[in-house]
C-alpha cells in the first residue's frame, strides 16, 4: 500500500482530527523500510502527502476535503454540500440501542439461527424473554416458524436488517462465537452500572458495540452520514 493511500485511510478513520506527528508515528515503520534515512525524513515525507490530498480533494469533483483543523487534519464535506447532506442526515434510520443482555441474545439468534427462547436462555443461562420483544420491535429479528417438537415454540432468526446495520453480506462473514464473546467481556469491563438490569443495563449503540467491533474492516467511518444533522456547515463529525 502506497503511503499516501495510507494516509489517506488514517484520516478518514479519525475520529478527531490527527496531527503529523500521529500519522508519522503510525506510518514509521512502513516509510523507514522504503529508505527514508530518519524519522526527520519519515515527517517530511507525511507533510508532503498531507499537502497532495488537501490539493486534490480541494478540486471541484470532490464532494470532501481536506482541512487543517485544531492542529490536525480531518475529512470534512465542503460547505456548498452541506444542505444536501443534512436533508440525506435526516432520512437516515436513528442510532439502535442495545442493552448488553440484547446484544447477548441477538448474538445467540445469530450464530445459532433458527432458535427458540427456551434454548436461547439455556445458552444465556437467564431468562431472555424480555429482550426478544424490543429485538423484534428494532426488526433485528423475525420469526421463522414454529419447532417440530411438543409446544412448537416460536423459532427466532436475524433480518435483513441486521445485515444491514452490521454490515454483512451474510451471516457467514460472523466472527467466532468465542472472538464475539471476549470482545463482549472487555467492552463492558468497568462500564456495568448499579441497579443495571440483569448482569447489566449499560446502552450502547449497535455503531459502539462489541458486536461491531468485531465484524470486517471496512466498517471504519461507515456511519459518518449519520451525524450530519448535528454537525457545523461543512463538519462531518462522527464523533459529534
Given at each position: ?70 492542529g490536525?487534519y ?6 456548498e ?21 440484547a ?41 421463522a416458524?414454529r ?19 452490521f ?21 463492558f ?18 455503531e ?6 468485531s ?7 461507515q ?8 454537525c ?9
Open positions: 500500500m502506497s503511503l499516501k493511500a495510507q494516509i489517506e485511510a488514517i484520516i478518514y478513520a479519525a475520529e478527531t482530527p490527527i496531527t503529523l506527528d500521529q500519522i508519522a508515528e503510525l506510518v514509521k515503520e512502513s516509510v523507514l523500510a522504503e529508505g527514508a534515512a530518519d524519522e526527520a525524513e519519515v515527517r517530511m515525507r507525511v507533510r508532503v502527502v498531507l499537502d497532495e490530498l488537501t490539493t486534490n480533494y480541494a478540486a471541484s469533483e470532490h464532494g470532501i476535503e481536506v482541512r487543517e483543523v485544531a490536525g480531518r475529512m470534512s464535506t465542503k460547505p454540500h452541506h444542505d444536501l447532506l443534512r436533508s440525506f442526515a435526516r432520512s437516515l434510520k436513528p442510532p439502535i440501542r442495545l442493552s448488553l443482555p446484544l447477548e441474545t441477538l448474538a445467540v439468534i445469530a450464530y445459532k439461527q433458527p432458535v427458540t427462547v427456551p434454548e436461547i436462555s439455556e445458552i444465556r443461562s437467564v431468562d431472555s424473554s424480555g429482550v426478544i420483544a424490543t429485538l423484534l420491535d428494532r426488526k433485528l429479528i423475525t420469526t416458524g419447532k417440530a417438537v411438543i409446544g412448537r415454540p416460536i423459532l427466532y432468526r436475524t433480518t435483513k436488517e441486521f445485515l444491514m446495520r454490515g454483512l453480506k451474510d451471516v457467514a462473514e460472523l466472527p467466532s462465537m468465542e472472538e464475539f464473546e471476549k470482545l463482549v467481556a472487555e467492552s469491563q468497568g462500564e456495568l452500572m448499579p441497579g443495571s438490569e440483569s448482569t447489566s443495563g449499560a446502552v450502547m449503540s449497535t459502539e458495540s462489541s458486536l461491531a467491533d465484524l470486517p474492516e471496512p466498517q471504519v467511518g456511519n459518518q452520514a449519520e451525524q450530519l444533522a448535528e457545523p456547515a461543512g463538519e462531518n463529525d462522527p464523533a459529534a
